[in-house]
């Protein structure tokens, strides 16, 4: 996990074990997102009826950290089983799909062409949610849309993380998150690659993925 050559807050490189999880092939859609607007008194994200956001299979965009843990919180209690947002340790585990390469992959920025994400940003149909697969079946790892994390961030905590289960510290200011984003001029992100913001922030290439224990 980390690395040595990115930026400060990505080092140092180190090992972390984790638990076994799943984790969605896909960010959360509109669809899926939909279901619980429907059954719960949550306010509609902003772009909600923005047609370049809002197609059913696009993942849901400008949904704070809160609104994300709700909905995991709602669909914890209809599977009766746990689901969260991914630890930061585990979505890269999952971004790296096994490899030490610098991208899901490989070493070279070869997705990363110019235009890259303008069909996404259009709205263009479902489409837009895939793209290619890294090696453990997984989609949009290192582009598309930034997705949360269960850690609040630490620009320092590799520097005091345990290897087992790494959570984050235990309180702060901002939460982590992970992925690339369309609006960024580099649109796809290294798997070590780490960002934050407030957890009450609703940003237009902001969305999550879920986890469960196996």
Same mark, same amino acid.
């Given at each position: 996990m980390g690395s040595d050559i990115g930026r400060d807050d990505e080092a140092p490189a180190h090992e972390v074990d984790v638990a076994d999880f $799943?984790?969605?092939?896909?960010?959360?859609?509109?669809?899926? /997102?939909?279901?619980?607007l429907e059954t719960t008194a949550t306010p509609r994200p902003p772009f &909600?009826?923005?047609?370049?956001?809002?197609?059913?299979?696009?993942?849901?965009?400008a949904v704070s950290w809160f609104?994300?843990?709700? /909905?995991?919180?709602?669909?914890?209690?209809?599977?009766?089983t746990p689901v969260r947002l991914p630890t930061e340790a585990e979505r890269e585990f999952a971004c790296r799909a096994g490899t030490t390469a610098v991208f899901p992959w490989g070493n070279?920025?070869?997705?990363?062409?110019?235009? /890259?994400?303008?069909? &996404?940003?259009?709205?263009?149909?479902?489409e837009v949610v895939g793209g290619p697969p890294n090696a453990f079946g997984l989609c949009n790892m290192a582009d598309n849309i930034?997705? &949360?994390?269960?850690? &609040?961030?630490?620009?320092?905590? $590799?520097r005091i993380s345990p290897r087992d289960n790494p959570q984050g510290p235990a309180s702060g200011t901002r939460r982590s998150s992970r992925g690339g984003s369309w609006r960024h001029?580099?649109?796809?992100?290294?798997?070590?690659?780490?960002?934050?913001?407030?957890?009450?922030?609703?940003?237009?290439? $902001?969305?999550?993925?879920?986890?469960?224990?196996?």
């Open positions: $799943y984790i969605g092939r896909f960010a959360v859609t509109n669809d899926q /997102y939909g279901a619980f &909600w009826c923005d047609s370049r956001f809002n197609h059913p299979q696009q993942p849901v965009v609104e994300a843990n709700a /909905y995991c919180d709602w669909l914890s209690s209809i599977l009766h070279t920025e070869e997705r990363d062409l110019a235009g /890259y994400g303008a069909p &996404w940003f259009a709205g263009t149909g479902p930034h997705e &949360w994390c269960l850690d &609040w961030y630490s620009k320092d905590y $590799y001029h580099r649109k796809v992100t290294p798997s070590a690659a780490r960002s934050s913001i407030h957890p009450g922030f609703r940003y237009n290439d $902001y969305g999550f993925r879920i986890v469960r224990p196996a």
